[in-house]
């Protein structure tokens, strides 16, 4: 039996901590899914669950899971979110995703990775970007010069660069 399973009411196994990617594609649709809850909890119109309930449906109890709330380390500041997602929108190795290899590549076809899928013709070779990248801030960003204003505020901002994609396409990639 796998130390993370427990059974529902059903009596059907089902996973108990899942990975953060996880976590936020299956918690109704990411941002969305959290707007939604604090619009909702504000509202009071969020089921309480008592501590130890016996409930079948979202309690069962877990006390230990790295997943619960965890008071923070400072009060927060933050008062909104804005929430990218940008289907087709810039690409990441023009905005903050500095990529020097390419420069030496550039021009050259994609090996070794497998076969990339796209809808529409073949990939094609890899393209440097024709935009030039500069350090920022504390962290040592790179920022491209599309954004010349964000270098200042760079370490006030979250990148979250572990998504990927099998797909040079956009839209697959999104699947």
Known sequence: MNPHS????????RQRFISRRDLLFQAGGGMSGIALAYLLGADGR???????????????????SPFLPKPPHFKPRAKSVISLFMCGGVSQVDTFDYKPMLAKYHGTPLEGKGEVTVRQGFPGPLMKSPFQFKQFGQSGKWVSELFP?????????????????????HTLSHY
């Open 6 to 13: 427990e059974y529902n009411c059903n009596g059907r196994s």
């Open 149 to 169: 204003h964000i270098g200042g505020i760079v370490d006030d901002l979250a990148f979250i660069p572990s998504a990927q994609g099998r797909s040079l396409d």
């Open 46 to 64: 969020l089921a309480a669950q008592t501590v130890g309930s016996k409930a079948c449906v979202g309690s069962a109890g877990v006390t230990d």
